[in-house]
């Protein structure tokens, strides 16, 4: 069971990014899939968990309105769509199965600078 996260890049203040969190080993259908971020010198934040079974997700106060959840489940996909991207959006982001950070793959960096 592996989650690898792919997509960011450099992009000016309120642009927009989509990630992608790709599974391997299993369907998007049996496991909460949470995303996380970490910027230097910070703690990590959990920005979303998606629950399939209740079709719930949480989202962190600080990227409500503004990032979105998507899925293809053809290719065992959840997207992260990120909107009014903010300088302090600014981190590694990661995807985890269960929402469980300790779970997490390969980060993807996203810098939002002007």
């Known amino acids: 069971v592996q989650l690898q996260a792919s997509g960011g890049g450099l992009v000016q203040p309120g642009g927009s990014l989509r990630l992608s969190c790709v599974a391997s080993?299993?369907?998007?259908?049996?496991?909460?899939i949470g995303w996380f971020r970490q910027a230097p010198g910070k703690q990590r934040q959990v920005v979303s968990c998606?629950?399939?079974?209740?079709?719930?997700?949480y989202w962190a106060d600080s990227v409500k309105g503004r990032f979105a959840l998507s899925r293809d489940d053809a290719k065992s996909t959840l997207y992260l769509e990120m909107h009014s991207l903010k300088v302090e959006d600014t981190a590694v982001y990661y995807c985890?199965?269960?929402?469980?950070?300790?779970?997490r793959g390969q980060g993807t960096q996203v810098t939002v600078s002007s």
């Open positions: 080993g299993f369907t998007l259908d049996y496991y909460a």
């Open positions: 985890a199965p269960s929402c469980n950070w300790d779970r």
């Open positions: 998606y629950n399939n079974g209740p079709n719930t997700t």
